[in-house]
């Protein structure tokens, strides 16, 4: 069965551009779950969604925002590029809201703020 | 909120040796601790994991035990082979609602010498 697909793979963006980022889950994965990766920071948790509703949220400025769609596919945006969002964003799935049954990461979109 | 250390960060292991990862964690109300491994350019992929009502879980040549007076947890991986070879995290999490996500250790590169 298709794994957790993000598009695009790559992004460039100018500061100051805003950016949405696309992520399937896995089918009959409910939970969507969002996360940053950086060399100096690891992975960090921006917030899940399931049916719909944002259910958690991590430490990120309001810039950082999702939503989830009827068909459980999600979307991230970051409005107001900044040169520090630079980061691989990994959307992961799994079958209910928090993390008892585990993430099936994507390959994640790499995003770079020129 | 939870803060999870973890060691070495840096492993390098002749083939057929064993390797150790350890990590600790803070939240004494987490009670999931999944390990992942992420290859050159792919997302981070589930290996084992453990939950607070066991102490130890085997899986081929994957182990994890699980302290939870001492609140650490190690990955064992023996008679290790070149596909081994990848960066590996530890996270923790209160499972269930309300959780707020993985928080991740800043991950170890395992180096398989032929």
């Known amino acids: 069965k298709a794994g957790v697909t993000q598009t695009p793979r790559y992004l460039i963006k100018t500061r100051g551009q805003q950016v949405t980022l696309s992520c399937s889950p896995i089918?009959?994965?409910?939970?969507v779950s969002w996360y940053q990766q950086t060399p100096g920071q690891g992975l960090q948790f921006l917030f899940e969604y399931f049916s719909e509703t944002q259910r958690n949220k991590g430490n990120f400025p309001g810039r950082f925002s999702g939503r989830q769609f009827s068909n459980s596919r999600s979307e991230m945006n970051v409005s107001t590029l900044e040169l520090g969002d630079s980061a691989l964003y990994l959307c992961a799935s799994s079958l209910a809201v928090g993390n008892s049954y585990g993430y099936t990461f994507g390959s994640g979109t790499r995003l770079t703020v020129v | 909120g939870e803060n999870v250390e973890q060691h070495p960060s840096t492993l390098s292991v002749q083939e057929g040796d064993s390797a150790v990862i350890k990590c600790t964690y803070s939240?004494?109300?987490?009670?999931?601790f999944p390990w992942y491994k992420q290859e050159l350019g792919k997302g981070p992929q589930l290996i084992i994991d453990?939950?607070?009502?066991?102490g130890e879980k085997k899986d081929q040549r994957i182990a994890v035990t699980l302290n939870k007076t001492a609140k650490h947890f190690s990955l064992h991986i023996t008679e290790t082979q070149p596909e081994d070879s990848a960066v590996y995290f530890c996270a923790a999490s209160r499972a269930g609602g309300g959780a707020d996500g993985l928080t991740f250790g800043k991950g170890t590169h395992l180096i398989i010498q032929p």
């Open positions: 089918s009959g994965h409910r939970s």
């Open positions: 453990i939950r607070s009502n066991v």
């Open positions: 939240d004494s109300a987490s009670n999931y």
